[in-house]
């Protein structure tokens, strides 16, 4: 294991990501960062999908980081997450042990990966005026204008599109050399799951969600002070929730409204991990049907190669 620095576990939505990384954590004897940009947040739980029960298996508590680190109605962003990656990366590797990054957010993924050098950007109030009434179809295409720095996978609705925007025009004004991200050499393992099963796993899991309290977990976060427009501009689960809590939206209208959303979604996700490849990520992908007894051999062997 020693000829790589770090293992990497990505995939859609609904691909099993979790469950495989915790199962090689516990195999390896290491520990978890993960790289989802909504599970950051306290008491986004059940519609982030955090699993976290997922982590404790056969007796063991696996180590995980960057799970539920700031509260809800915070704006997280990729600059604060190489930071945070590289504080959990370090200790971990200072104990002698080869970190799991998992995740399916493709910016933060390939911002370690790549070594994105980033500066944080602030908020530009003049731009976000100038911006304000413009829809979402509107601010996709400015910013595809941009270089692509932005993950797309994400700007699905206006608030996210116009920061990303806001990054965008930043970088273009001032140096981003200024950060130094170190080199890692990453093993990077991607879920292949099906379309048709994906698609399947992935309307199971909602109407799970649903049932597991999804709404009421959207409604605390109200009770508590976050604003409607912070969670709907986290989307899917939160957005189309939210939307139906302040009544923008029937029950039916949601949940209809969500799948197709998280459908979505998750092919962008796909879209990003293949343009990975493209970019000079080699990612050996793992056919998600597979036993978790052969998913972890297979990862294994490659190990040792």
């Given at each position: ?45 059940i519609g ?32 604060e997450f ?88 930043y970088y ?134």
């Open positions: 294991m020693s000829k790589y620095d770090l293992i990497t576990i990505l995939g859609p939505t609904a691909s099993g990501k979790t469950t495989l990384a915790a199962e090689l954590a516990y195999l390896l004897k290491t520990e978890i960062i993960s790289a989802d940009s909504r599970q950051v947040y306290k008491g986004m739980d982030t999908g955090k699993d976290l029960k997922d982590y404790h298996l056969k007796g063991v508590n696996i180590p995980y980081h960057l799970v539920d680190i700031v509260p809800s109605g915070y704006k997280y962003n990729v600059f190489q930071r945070d990656f590289l504080k959990s990366y370090t200790d971990i590797h200072n104990r002698g042990l080869t970190p799991i990054m998992c995740g399916g957010t493709g910016m933060y993924l390939e911002a370690i990966l790549r070594g994105y050098r980033l500066i944080p950007v602030p908020e530009d109030k003049d731009l976000r005026n100038r911006l304000a009434d413009k829809t979402l179809v509107e601010l996709k295409m400015i910013l595809a204008q941009y270089k692509r720095l932005h993950n797309e996978t994400d700007v699905d609705t206006v608030k996210r599109a116009i920061r990303a925007i806001e990054i965008e025009q273009q004004k001032s140096p981003v050399e200024d950060f130094e991200f170190p080199k890692i050499k990453s093993l990077i393992i991607g879920i292949n799951i099906d379309r048709e099963l994906r698609r399947e796993k992935i309307t199971k899991r909602l109407h799970e969600r649903l049932k597991e309290g999804m709404i009421q977990e959207v409604q605390i976060l109200l009770d508590q002070g976050v604003l409607a427009d912070d969670l709907i501009y986290y989307g899917l689960e939160y957005k189309f929730v939210t939307l139906y809590l302040i009544g923008k939206l029937s029950y039916d209208e949601m949940v209809s409204q969500l799948e197709i959303a998280i459908h979505q979604f998750s092919k962008r996700q796909m879209t990003w991990f293949r343009g990975m490849e493209k970019r000079g990520n080699r990612i050996h992908w793992i056919d998600a049907s597979l036993s978790i007894v052969e998913k972890t051999t297979q990862i294994q062997e490659l190990l040792k190669e």
